[in-house]
């Protein structure tokens, strides 16, 4: 579980430094339409569910219980590092829920600060979540396919 411990590290480094610079000042604008731009989301994705914070926050710990126990049918170092990618996007995602709350346990909103401006603003866990989930999806399915 390497890459979830790398995952959570960089995200939580990215977070920490989009806070410290970026959250209360104008964006900061890179290239096309990406810019740099710190918000809180306590919703899901899409900022969907915003009254249900805690709610999201229990859900993801359940889900990152059910990833660990997953990972051990993993059958490669790929499938392996796959899950890690997830787990750790799950967890960098809810760390903000557990340590970023001035308003009660598990009640934090999740940094994000990557902004193109005509998608959801996300941050490297949500990434890592999109990247690993349909790659996992596809290498599972894929080798399913082979066994039968």
């Not at 579980?1 to 959250?23: G, N, P, S, Y």
Request: cysteine-free.
């Amino acid at each position: 579980m390497i890459a979830a411990i790398l995952i959570v590290a960089l995200d939580q480094f990215t977070k920490i430094l989009a806070v410290e610079k970026l959250e209360g000042r104008a964006p900061i604008e890179l290239f096309w339409t990406l810019q740099l731009n710190a918000t809180r989301n306590k919703g899901a994705s899409f900022s969907l569910g915003t009254e249900y914070t805690s709610l999201l926050a229990v859900v993801a710990l359940v889900a990152a219980i059910g990833i660990i126990y997953l990972s051990k049918t993993a059958t490669t170092s790929l499938e392996m590092a796959l899950f890690g990618v997830v787990l750790g996007g799950v967890l960098g995602n809810v760390t903000d829920r557990i340590f970023r709350s001035s308003n009660g346990f598990l009640n934090g909103g999740v940094v994000d600060f990557i902004d193109f401006q005509w998608w959801p603003i996300f941050n490297v866990a949500d990434m890592a979540l999109v990247i690993g989930l349909p790659s996992l999806g596809i290498m599972m399915l894929k080798e399913g396919r082979e066994s039968e």
